[in-house]
């Protein structure tokens, strides 16, 4: 969902849904109903796509009408992040917000927490103040993750209050396994 210029695979076929990007698969309004029919995808994957949505409820319905009961979902949103219209920015979410949106729209959340901490918080927000200091702190960035690679792991369900990012893996409630919101969609 909101797959901008990603063009990564993500299996065998991935189905890129945009309203604004170039080339997607599906040119979609991500404020609407899906173009899609019920229970036809093996998963998702909604990568800082919700603060975008002017409603993040119906964008998360949406995603669990359209992927299969059981099926993995993978959201993350920014949550210390700067103010990015892209066309909109609307919302920002601590795990805990993202678990109720995600749970209320009929998922069961396997995984949440916070990515990042506070020096990777603090270049996110420098790297707003101008174009230099955006592409030092890439330059940063990319310096110091490869000296970190394979030393440092994320603890699922650990949530720091300087955390950039929140992150969730969901699994499709089972159709009649959750009636109370499966009904209220």
């Not at 093996?42 to 009961?69: F, I, S």
Request: with cysteine; hydrophobic share 45%; aromatic share 8%.
């Amino acid at each position: 969902m909101g797959a901008g210029d990603d063009n990564r695979p993500y299996g065998r076929r991935a189905i890129r849904v945009d309203a604004f990007a170039p080339r997607p698969s599906v040119r979609a309004d991500l404020g609407q109903a899906l173009p899609f029919a019920d229970a036809v995808f093996d998963g998702a994957v909604c990568t800082e796509v919700l603060e975008h949505a002017p409603d993040p409820g119906l964008l998360l319905r949406e995603l669990a009408r359209v992927v299969k009961p059981g099926a993995i979902t993978i959201v993350t949103v920014p949550f210390v992040f700067r103010y990015h219209p892209d066309p909109g920015d609307f919302v920002r979410f601590t795990p805990t917000g993202l678990r109720r949106e995600l749970t209320a729209a009929g998922f069961d959340v396997e995984l949440i927490g916070g990515v990042g901490g506070r020096i990777t918080t603090l270049l996110l927000l420098l790297e707003g103040v101008h174009i230099t200091a955006k592409l030092l702190v890439r330059i940063l960035v990319l310096a110091w993750t490869a000296t970190l690679r394979g030393r440092w792991t994320t603890s699922p369900e650990r949530w720091s209050d300087w955390a950039s990012h929140a992150v969730a893996v969901a699994r499709r409630c089972a159709d009649g396994a959750d009636g109370q919101r499966m009904a209220t969609r």
